[in-house]
């Protein structure tokens, strides 16, 4: 389900008051029906997780993770935790900064942030129902395209006094 733009607080708004279900056992098995819906940090960790599973795993994405994320992983998935937190529940608790985390990153192309986005979004349509995972995944494309403007768009200025 594709969503427009005045849909989208709509979407909030029932993700707010939509009553929880019970996601005690967070673990959804791999081709299985069931779709979280609701957004609470349970959620979130789950997604965390099972994202970085996949970049792990993939052949353009790991090596960059793999050169800036040396041994545990523990520290990186505890602050995806806190960003996502931050962004879709606005409870502040990330306090970094993204642009200068990634500016560090000396193999960063713009092409990669296709993957990351496809990635991020099979991720989502697995574990939320389908309001719920398009949610995510405008927030994911907007961020990043900031952040690829931020990193990549260099506007060819006329040197100044001319
Ligand atoms: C080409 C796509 C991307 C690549 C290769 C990439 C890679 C990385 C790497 C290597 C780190 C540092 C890991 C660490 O030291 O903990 C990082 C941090 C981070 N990334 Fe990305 N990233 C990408 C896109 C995105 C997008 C689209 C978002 C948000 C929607 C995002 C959010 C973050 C955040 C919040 C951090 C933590 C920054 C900090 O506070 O240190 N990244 N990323």
Same mark, same amino acid.
């Given at each position: 389900?594709?969503?427009?733009?005045?849909?989208?607080?709509?979407? #909030?708004? *029932?993700?707010?008051?939509? =009553?929880? /279900?019970?996601?005690?056992? %967070?673990?959804?098995?791999?081709?299985?029906?069931? /779709?979280?819906? $609701?957004?609470?940090?349970?959620?979130?960790?789950?997604?965390?997780?099972?994202?970085?599973?996949?970049? /792990?795993?993939?052949? #353009?994405?790991?090596?960059?993770?793999?050169?800036?994320?040396?041994?545990?992983? #523990?520290?990186?998935?505890?602050? *995806?935790?806190?960003? &996502?937190?931050?962004?879709?529940? @606005?409870?502040?608790?990330?306090? !970094?900064? =993204?642009?200068?985390?990634? %500016?560090?990153?000396? $193999?960063?192309?713009? =092409?990669?942030?296709?993957? &990351?986005?496809?990635?991020?979004?099979?991720?989502?349509?697995?574990?939320?129902?389908?309001?719920?995972?398009? %949610?995510? /995944?405008?927030?994911?494309? $907007?961020?990043?395209?900031?952040?690829?403007? @931020?990193?990549?768009?260099?506007?060819?200025? =006329?040197?100044? !006094?001319?």
């Amino acid at each position: 389900m594709k969503l427009g733009w005045n849909e989208v607080s709509v979407v #909030e708004h *029932m993700v707010n008051i939509h =009553p929880a /279900r019970d996601v005690s056992s %967070l673990c959804i098995p791999t081709g299985s029906d069931v /779709r979280l819906t $609701r957004i609470d940090e349970d959620a979130i960790r789950l997604l965390v997780d099972s994202f970085y599973d996949k970049v /792990r795993a993939d052949a #353009e994405l790991s090596p960059i993770f793999a050169e800036a994320v040396r041994g545990d992983w #523990e520290p990186h998935l505890a602050k *995806m935790r806190d960003f &996502w937190s931050s962004v879709m529940l @606005t409870t502040g608790r990330y306090k !970094g900064n =993204p642009v200068a985390a990634h %500016l560090d990153i000396e $193999r960063m192309k713009a =092409p990669l942030f296709d993957r &990351w986005l496809e990635l991020f979004g099979d991720t989502c349509t697995e574990l939320f129902d389908a309001g719920i995972a398009e %949610l995510f /995944r405008i927030k994911a494309t $907007r961020i990043a395209e900031s952040l690829k403007l @931020t990193l990549f768009y260099r506007p060819k200025r =006329p040197p100044i !006094g001319r």
